[in-house]
T-cell receptor
């Protein structure tokens, strides 16, 4: 079993839809939770960063962490075609080793 | 300012050949990471440098893989006697080291390696 599980998709939604992306994990030591966005043939870029449990909002993006369920989510409101990318969740217990999910490919249709 | 750069952007090689992949981190970043990304897979951690030292090499897939970092800056990942299963995108990232917090990793565009 992988430490971090993420549905690879693809997920296809119409423009303006609310998108929900999720990851589950098994290591209760994880303290830092991140979402990266990766466009085709580019490196990942940090989108959202959360320490411990709770919610964090940044514009159209909301990250949620539920440590009791070992479950994290990223919500995208009013999705745009420019949001089409692969979204990777990532987790870290506080050291140098970050564990990434497989990534979910998202397509937002105009 | 300049981000993380990697070279070459693409590399096609024959099975059994050696390859060198280069990473130029953001100036001043003390931490440097190498990852491998295969189709449908997440980023697989390979190695981490703190300055010029690599405290943990356990992520390197085999003894055919090695990496070094010089001057606290440029890093080279070397794969000897390449195999077809080495085909992947190799990503480099750098960050500041922050006490008590996690420094944001900035990624380069990657080197796409194809072993024929």
């Amino acid at each position: 079993q992988k430490e971090v599980e993420q549905d690879p998709g693809p997920l296809s939604v119409p423009e303006g839809a609310i998108v929900s992306l999720n990851c589950t994990y098994s290591n209760s030591a994880f303290q830092y939770f991140m979402w990266y966005r990766q466009y085709s043939r580019k490196g990942p870029e940090l989108l959202m960063y959360t320490y411990s449990s709770g919610n964090k909002e940044d514009g159209r993006f909301t990250a949620q962490v539920d440590k009791s369920s070992k479950y994290i989510s990223l919500f995208i409101r009013d999705s745009q075609p420019s949001d089409s990318a692969t979204y990777l969740c990532a987790m870290n217990p506080g050291g140098f080793k970050t564990i990434f999910g497989a990534g979910t490919r998202l397509f937002v249709k105009a | 300012g300049a981000g993380v750069s990697q070279s070459p952007s693409n590399k096609v090689t024959e099975k059994g050949k050696d390859v060198e992949l280069r990473c130029d981190p953001i100036s001043g970043h003390t931490a440097l990471y190498w990852y491998r990304q295969s189709l449908g897979q997440g980023l697989e951690f390979l190695i981490y440098f703190q300055g010029n030292s690599a405290p943990d090499k356990s992520g390197l897939p085999s003894d055919r893989f090695s990496a070094e970092r010089t001057g606290g800056s440029v890093s080279t990942l070397t794969i000897q006697r390449t195999q077809q299963e080495d085909s992947a995108v190799y990503l480099c990232a750098s960050s500041f080291l922050l006490a008590g917090a996690l420094g944001e990793q900035f990624f380069g565009p990657g080197t796409r390696l194809t072993v024929l």
